[in-house]
C-alpha cells in the first residue's frame, strides 16, 4: 500500500486531527509495507489521539484506532497488496539457463 493511500485512509478515518499528528500516525502504521498488527497498532495510537485532544477518554481512542486498522485492512486487500515475500537462504547454488548448461558441459569435460 502506498504511503499517500495510507494517509487518504488516516485522513478520512481521522478527520480533524492535527496535520503533524496525522502525518506522524500515518508514517507508523505500516512496518516494511505491512500493516501493523490491530493490538500494536491501537497500542501506538490511541495515547496520539488522547494527548491531541483529538477524543477525551482512552476506551474511545482504541476504538477510533481499532476502526482505522480495519479500514487500513480493508484498503490493503481491496488493492490487491501482497507482501514482499520472505527471502530464504538455499542450500546449494541454483543454475538456470545458459549457467546451467555451462556448468554440464565442465562436468562432462572432466569425466572425459
Known amino acids: 500500500m502506498s504511503?499517500?493511500?495510507v494517509e487518504e485512509v488516516c485522513r478520512?478515518?481521522?478527520?480533524?486531527l492535527d496535520e503533524d499528528i496525522l502525518q506522524y500516525i500515518s508514517g507508523c502504521v505500516l512496518d516494511d509495507?505491512?500493516?501493523l498488527p490491530q493490538d500494536e497498532m491501537v497500542e501506538v495510537v490511541a495515547p496520539l489521539l488522547v494527548s491531541a485532544d483529538f477524543?477525551?477518554?482512552?476506551?474511545k481512542a482504541e476504538e477510533i484506532a481499532s476502526d482505522l486498522w480495519t479500514k487500513l485492512d480493508l484498503s490493503m486487500?481491496?488493492?490487491g497488496h501482497t507482501p514482499k515475500p520472505e527471502v530464504v537462504i538455499l542450500k546449494s547454488a541454483?543454475?538456470?539457463g545458459d549457467s546451467y548448461r555451462e556448468a554440464e558441459d565442465a562436468l562432462a569435460k572432466k569425466r572425459e
Do not use: N
Not at 477524543?55 to 476506551?59: A, E, G, I, R
Open 3 to 5: 504511503a499517500e493511500k
Open 94 to 96: 541454483v543454475l538456470m
Open 33 to 35: 509495507d505491512k500493516l
Open 77 to 79: 486487500q481491496a488493492g
Open 55 to 59: 477524543v477525551s477518554d482512552d476506551s
Open 12 to 16: 478520512a478515518t481521522l478527520s480533524g
